[in-house]
């Protein structure tokens, strides 16, 4: 039922409504309060001057407004609480005047001065009954709320609930009923039937979640697949190939692949590599396997950065096998563009490596074998299912570098296999990281100049493209000056961001690939995939201002040669929790601390709606939940009692857009 049907919404409250997505009287209902209030009543002949009280008391006039300037007003009014007058003062609240009614009973909250008599509150609350547990909402400007608690009084008075829980678990551990859950967590008595309520919400909403994730892993596992047949003398050709030894975790991760694309299943895997681990070889392995059996494969991006660097290195990689690699990007011309998707649908293409451009009309394959995503993440599940649709049956290979703790990954992505590569590739030094305060810059400084000396490249990484005074920020442009300085203008700075246009941000990259540009300063738009191997310090401005998780991605970018190289982040705040860079380098442990500090949020790197679609459950706070959540929906999959439940019947026929 819509929002705009529910009494006292009108036009303008429903956009406000909207703006917390709450189109719904069902929506509203499932706004769940983040925390509850106390309301804890004195007696106003016990509280001392100046102490800040709850009271109840009783209007004695109705009062009288005194507009002192625009935008400011003054509400005073007389009460009487245990016997003591009170004269009442609120700012601002000149709208409550027609709710003073003599005689009426209320709540005040605010400052008392004991010698004058008199109460400056902070709030007023009228209709409390003799609830003194207040649930407390998420709002949006322009909405109050006291508001959001009256429109759901007014929804609770529709039946709208349903049980989805199966009614064997919900014996099992004793839930109360879905109607009581949504009574008890809206307006309860005690903060025991809250908890009630809470757990058996947060206890739906997981199981909900891990028996889509755990269907969907079950009917990826039954898929048919393309059946290959490669010979163990060609497998290990390619390795034998490589200038280098694939590390365990490779080695590994090449085996789960190869397993996967000769069983006749269909491989649905994520491979989960810290930066620099080395996942794009691994990927590279997989292709050469599609190859061998006569099949195209598409490798896609998020960046056409990231997509050249891609093409660069694979089809060198690749050409000694004779393997046709092309390249399609947003911005290729026409010419160009047209003759890579007449050889890409013709066959005379092996592998094609691009961005999203790849999913749009009128790109055909042959005959479309394998779909290789990198940094799967950044793509929504629409771009990723379009690409695989070009296939018939392709098999499908997701790469991420953003590593998170193995347990977490189990059942965030339960729905694929998953193979995980920790170890770095040989010869590799672990990055010296340092935390500094803005104090010690010139050591940084010195630093940098030492590494310039050596022929070496720098990134500086900014959180702003413009200075933000209210904020005190250093932007990319207020760095550039002050290098420029420090530097006496005689090194070559560029400076990169996400405002310029795509054949600038190339042509900047281009030139600090290719050693004219010795210090790059940009944004976190170099947080992804950014290949320079001569790039040996990394220096990041208020760093503070990044997850763990991201700065952990930011460093990556050096590090990935033979040549000891270097992290400074500069800030002023937080050095406690920076310091967790300076202890290790491994992504997975990071990542873990940065899940504890920060929660679920920064885990990917972005937000991502639908990924975590949690209204009141939480994967940091509510992992033991999930654990069982998981256990027993795999039980429930496993016995088939789904198939006596209507709710679960329906529910996988649309089950297929998690993947």
Known sequence: MEIKNLKGVGVTLEKKLNNLNIYTIEDLIENYPYRYNFINIVNINNVLDNENCMIRATIVDSGRVQYIKKNFNRLAFRVVSENVILNVTIFNRAFLKQNLTIGREIILIGKYNKMKSSFVASDIKFNLENNTIEPVYHLVEGIKNNQIIKLMDEALKYDLTYDIIPDELASKYNFISKKDAIKYIHKPESMEEAKKAIVRLKYEELFNFMFKINYLKKMNNKAAGIKRSVSEESKDTFLKELPFTLTKDQ????????????????????????????????????????????????????????????????????????????????????????????????????????????????????????????????????????????????????????????????????????????????????????????????????????????????????????????????????????????????????????????????????????????????????????????????????????????????????????????????????????????????????????????????????????????????????YQILLQAKLDSLEYIEKELYLNNSYYKDLIEGISFIN
């Open 251 to 622: 080695l590994t991760a090449v085996n789960d692949i190869y397993k996967d694309l000769t069983d006749g299943y269909r491989m649905n895997r994520l491979v989960l590599g810290d930066v620099g681990s080395g996942k794009t070889i691994v990927a590279t392995y997989a292709i050469y396997l599609n190859y061998l059996s006569g099949y195209q494969s598409a490798l896609m991006a998020p960046t056409e950065i990231l997509a050249e660097q891609h093409y660069k290195s694979i089809s060198k990689t690749l050409e000694k096998f004779n393997i046709k690699t092309g390249l399609l990007t947003g911005s290729m011309k026409k010419r160009e563009k047209d003759k890579v998707l007449e050889e890409l649908k013709n066959g005379d293409i092996n592998l094609i490596i691009g961005t999203h451009a790849l999913i749009s009309d009128g790109v055909d394959f042959k005959n479309l074998g394998l779909v290789v995503t990198d940094e799967q993440h950044r793509f929504g599940v629409g771009q990723r299912n379009t690409l695989r649709d070009k296939g018939i049956t392709p098999d499908v290979l997701y790469l991420s570098a953003t590593p998170i703790p193995r347990t977490y990954a189990l059942t965030i992505y339960g729905d694929l296999d998953i193979s995980i590569i920790k170890t770095k590739p040989n010869g590799r030094k672990e990055i010296i990281t340092k935390v500094e305060t803005e104090s010690n810059i010139k050591d940084v400084l010195y630093k940098m100049l030492e590494e310039l000396k050596n022929n070496h490249q720098i990134y500086v990484v900014s959180p702003l493209i413009e200075n933000n005074e209210e904020l005190d920020l250093k932007s990319v442009f207020d760095l550039k000056e002050k290098l420029d300085m420090a530097f006496q203008n005689k090194v070559s700075i560029g400076v990169l961001h996400g405002k310029l246009k795509q054949n600038e941000k190339d042509e900047i990259m281009e030139n600090f690939k290719n050693g004219n540009i010795k210090i790059l300063i940009s944004t976190t738009v170099i947080e992804v995939g950014i290949d320079v191997p001569n790039s040996t310090m990394m220096v990041i401005y208020n760093a503070e201002r990044f997850g763990l998780a991201t700065l952990h991605q930011l460093r990556g970018r050096v590090g990935r040669n033979d040549l000891q190289s270097y992290c400074y982040l500069i800030s002023n705040k937080e050095i406690d929790r920076l310091k967790v860079l300076e202890e290790s380098n491994d992504g997975f442990y990071i990542s873990e601390k940065d899940f504890q500090m920060r929660g679920s949020g920064d885990l990917f790197g972005v937000k991502q709606s639908g990924d975590i679609p949690f209204k009141i459950a939480s994967l940091k706070d509510d």
